[in-house]
């Protein structure tokens, strides 16, 4: 029982870290703060953030991290139905029900994510982010989820192109407010995403 509550205090620590964090970077940016402003913040001892991290980078870091991490097993876990539906005759349904789960998430981490990808946060995420992208999606390795050898364009220019399509959308959602719901923001997604923007632009048709 005391593991537990050990572990819940510790779970319960970390998000006062990161929610101190997110506070921090939207009022004077991530480059400003100090970790005397995180442990004022989070009403926490510096002893207290050094056992979890090493600076503020390293938060930074894990942070990010950790959300990668999140997309990453929802991505591998929804991505075989994707292919399915994709290879029968249901194309514009098929990334639907992948994209609702992870705007689901991005919502419940909306906070995090506005800070980070703002233009006071962390400018390095988005790179990272795209090689994590590519990494998860793309890449020569076995686990990826799609062969570059079946492509019809060098993959790297494939991959950056849907990460920064997908990146900037996920911004404008955050930067406007987050007025549509997950369930709206993933149609939106997935019509430009298989359809293509000349076809959501209403400049082409799929005939």
Not at 3 to 11: K, M
Not at 69 to 78: D, F, G, H, R
Not at 92 to 104: C, D, G, R
Request: with cysteine; net charge negative.
């Amino acid at each position: 029982m005391r593991e537990s509550n050990t572990d819940l205090r510790v779970i319960r620590t970390k998000e006062s870290i990161r929610d101190a964090l997110v506070e921090l970077i939207d009022e004077k940016g991530f480059e400003a703060i100090m970790v005397k402003d995180i442990t004022t913040r989070a009403k926490i001892n510096r002893g207290t953030f050094y056992a979890h991290y090493q600076d503020k980078f390293d938060l930074m870091t894990k942070c990010e991290e950790e959300i990668m991490l999140e997309m990453s097993s929802i991505a591998k876990q929804n991505f075989p139905s994707v292919v399915a539906a994709l290879e029968t005759n249901s194309p514009t349904l098929a990334p639907f029900s992948l994209a609702v789960l992870i705007f689901e998430y991005l919502n419940e981490n909306s906070g995090f994510m506005k800070a980070v990808l703002g233009p006071k946060g962390d400018l390095s995420f988005q790179t990272r982010l795209k090689e994590f992208m590519w990494k998860t999606m793309f890449g020569n390795n076995p686990d990826a989820l799609l062969k570059e050898e079946n492509f019809l364009v060098p993959g790297r220019y494939l991959a950056s192109y849907v990460a920064s399509a997908h990146i900037g959308v996920i911004q404008q959602w955050l930067d406007s407010g987050m007025k549509e719901s997950p369930q709206e923001m993933a149609q939106i997604l997935s019509t430009i995403t298989v359809n293509g923007p000349l076809f959501a632009a209403g400049l082409k048709n799929n005939g």
